[in-house]
């Protein structure tokens, strides 16, 4: 007998949602609608520590420093885009496209489209360095855990009262 499968449907059906990495909300108090807004703070605050980084550090740590926080941004992308995303599935998605990224700079599309719009460097970069692979691993798994200490707080501070 399925009982209470039409509200816990995400547990009861075989075609569950959080068979392919999606946590669906089941609770009124959801953290969902306060996650977005959070991530997008998060995003501009990260997207300001990246420019600073790369254009005052230019030394080798600072450019790791630079390609970890564009790993964070593409977290923040991701989960800001598909905010029921498990954190793991995010992370995988944020390094799939970083490590993507990096691999399109063995060609010379990305220096070619940088030179005819400057901006495209920020984005694609230019030159291929196998280390960058490791600060996009960085960023990722800090973002991961971060993500998770936010989720964890935010679930377990008190709510207002209806």
Known sequence: MRGNCATALHVCHPRSPTRYGFAMPTKPGSTHGRRRPALLV???????A????????T??????AADALYAVLAYLVIALAFPVLRRALVAVIAFAACALIELFQLTDVPLLLAEAFPPARLVLGTTFAPLDLVAYAVGVVAACILDGLARR???ESPTAPS
């Open 153 to 155: 707080t935010r679930r």
């Open 42 to 48: 998060v995003g501009i605050l990260t997207i300001a």
């Open 50 to 57: 990246g420019h600073l980084v790369h254009f005052t550090m």
């Open 59 to 64: 030394d080798a740590a600072g450019q790791l």
